[in-house]
């Protein structure tokens, strides 16, 4: 790691140009910030991204720097990092680290992300209670998807509430990020969360759990509206024995989704809080 730290020593020594600098450099694996004060009285501060903008290349050099000293990181007896504090001190510059598989006693102990509460790499290791009590509730749906689909990778067993719940969330994830649509091609050519039937055997399953059956008609609505456009729908609309629809247009589609979308949200996290056992997985 030596070496790759002395690369970003050099780097931000060339880039805080500055006199007498001091400040705090904080990064995670998405992200980086940082305050630098210049002068021996301190009174004038310059935002890192701002000295990185200067150079024409600077913030992709500095994210380059960080992943190769990330990527060395993950051959030390706790590594990889998942944060990271960089110290400025005039021309010292010292590093802090936190590690992914350090011990601790209580998730209170770890270091938060730039953004959120909570390290993304314990997502991949736990859904257990702890895990679910702590969480912010913004948190949960990256938990659950991002939980389960590392023990589906890894062949590992997978509760089957927790399954439907991650169905659902995935389904909502989807829509919101590529609208019905380009959804529905891309169940013919791109890998997906889960076999589709079953996708959507259990998206229905858990709203019907949550009692929302506004949200579960915009589900029908939009497989029987589909099903002719795209053979990979038809099972589908045929496994939840949903009919054709020719009598309802796009945009009403979209309306009526919109409608209950955030409600959708609330009613899976407060589910998933109100009943953790149901869908923790001990650690």
Not at 131 to 153: G, P, Q, W
Request: glycine content about 6%; some cysteine; hydrophobic content about 40%.
């Amino acid at each position: 790691m030596k070496e790759a730290e002395a690369r970003l020593r050099d780097f931000l020594g060339h880039h805080i140009d500055l006199a007498s600098p001091r400040g705090l450099i904080e990064c995670d694996s998405h992200s980086f910030r940082g305050e630098i004060k210049a002068g021996r009285i301190r009174k004038k501060s310059y935002d890192l991204s701002e000295l990185l903008r200067r150079s024409t290349d600077g913030t992709n050099e500095f994210f380059d720097l960080l992943r190769g000293l990330w990527d060395v990181s993950r051959n030390h007896e706790h590594g990889p990092f998942y944060r990271m504090d960089i110290a400025i001190d005039g021309k010292r510059i010292g590093f802090e680290y936190f590690w992914e598989n350090a011990p601790f006693e209580s998730l209170e102990e770890l270091k938060p992300p730039i953004r959120g509460k909570t390290p993304d790499f314990l997502f991949k290791q736990r859904f257990d209670g702890e895990l679910i009590a702590f969480i912010d509730d913004h948190e949960i749906d990256t938990a659950i998807s991002v939980f389960v689909a590392n023990r589906r990778k890894n062949g590992q067993s997978v509760p089957e509430s927790l399954l439907d719940m991650y169905a659902l969330v995935a389904w909502h994830r989807t829509v919101v990020s590529e609208g019905f649509m380009q959804h529905f091609a891309d169940l013919e050519s791109v890998s997906q969360p889960l076999p589709v039937v079953e996708w959507y055997e259990r998206t229905a399953r858990m709203l019907s759990k949550l009692d929302q059956p506004d949200v579960l008609d915009v589900v029908k609505l939009s497989l029987g509206l589909y099903s002719s456009l795209y053979a990979a729908v038809e099972p589908i609309r045929v496994a939840l024995g949903i009919n054709k629809v020719t009598e309802i247009d796009e945009n009403d589609l979209y309306e009526r989704f919109g409608a209950v979308e955030s409600a959708i949200q609330k009613a899976w996290r407060t589910e998933v809080r109100s009943n953790p056992t149901d869908y923790a997985v001990p650690a």
